[in-house]
């Protein structure tokens, strides 16, 4: 098992500088050191030439820098993985500490130290003209774009599937709405002339395989090309004013809001425009993938009646109070949050205090953008003291709403929409 709690300290390396990170403190650390972070010992240690970085610690993981995060619940450190409590999602955007965290491999050593010298980004396939882009000719070439957009991870809710699915015990906590910066999508597929002929979108990066094996891939999944040619999507290179976090996607990634937040690639580096849906890494099988009819809970669905899931559902959160406040009985009290979907505008919003049998309409703001989400507020009032629960529930501009329990459940838990519920305690 590996310790990655063991801080990394600046060390000089063999021209004198210091080589800042991990990297740098493995180089300089002892033996006892290094069998610390190993969880073991090294039996051949008196061979090992000096400043020799064990291979199994050469990649860092990213959960060094997990301590800038701010009150967020660790569901994994390998890879790393972490989502947020709804009372610390009351931002308008979501800033950097408060945002969840997902990912299938490990950080990569360029994001780690912040270094995008080289990177380029590679068009091809199904396009006239391929195309490879450094982050200044994004910068120039394209409008460039800022806006909120929100990510959501399509296991969000899984914890409360029965029976279990495998895989990151998401709440209600892998959401976040950031505001970005970056280019269109489309500009840049325009720019290269996407055929006819184009089907879907392959996304790749260069982050780092849990192997540690740099020919395995970690994650490669697509958009159908009608997605891709939406004027929502980004590909971007900075998040609230700032480059990228490292573990967030440095130098570049896809933003791809109303989808799974895995169809928003990090570490960007190519983009295969495709004459059929793409098969890349989590693409096939099961990954991301809903059964094509409704299903009894624990079902054995074949893969081949597994279909891509596209637009994440409509969903809201009570972002205040925190969960298990008391308020005055007899008295307005203020409940606030957003909500979301993923096909667009979420068109109403309803609060209930008495476990669903009445509803109120609460106030929903408008979005700043399309895949933004919307704030909204209502004053409930607890009639006398005891035990409340505050139900909030999103409509969209199709009709659709949160369900009260578990929706349709899926081999691998995605897609849980059902509505968010607080406690209060009214005295």
Known sequence: ???????????????????????????????????ALLGTSIPFERNMPPGLVPVAL??????????????????????VNAETPAHLLDDDVTPYERLFVRNNGLVPQHAMDMSADGWTLTIDGEVD????????????DFETVTAPLWLECGGNGRAFFQPGASGNQWTTGAIGCPEWTGVRLKDVLERAGVKSTAVYTGHYGNDVHLSGDPSKEVISRGVPIEKAMGPENLIAWAMNGQPIPALHGFPLRLVVPGYPGSASQKYLTRIWVRDREHDGSK???????????????????????????????????????????????????????????????????HVSLDFGQTWQEAE???PPNPFAWQRWTANVTPPQAGYYEVWARATDKDGNMQPPVVPGWNPRGYGNNMIHRIALFAV
Do not use: C
């Not at 990655?4 to 006892?32: H, M, N, V, Y």
């Not at 959960?63 to 660790?74: D, F, I, V």
């Open 1 to 35: 098992m590996l310790n990655d709690d063991i801080p990394a300290q600046p060390t000089p390396s063999e021209d004198g500088q210091a080589e800042p990170g991990r990297r740098g403190f493995l180089k300089g650390a002892g033996l006892t050191a290094m069998g």
């Open 58 to 79: 050469a990649q860092d993981t990213g959960a060094g820098l997990m301590g800038e995060k701010n009150g967020l619940t660790l569901l994994n450190d390998r890879p």
């Open 129 to 140: 003209n391929p195309l490879t882009l450094t982050i200044a000719d994004l910068q120039n």
């Open 283 to 349: 693409m096939t099988g099961y990954s991301y993938r809903m059964p094509a009819y409704p299903v009894a809970p624990g079902t054995e669905v074949p893969e081949s009646d597994m279909v891509v899931m596209l637009d994440m559902p409509v969903k809201s959160l009570v972002t205040f109070p925190q969960t298990g406040v008391e308020v005055p009985a007899g008295r307005p009290a203020e409940v606030r949050g957003h909500a979301w979907s993923g096909k667009g505008d979420v068109a109403a919003m």
């Open 364 to 366: 929903l703001m408008a």
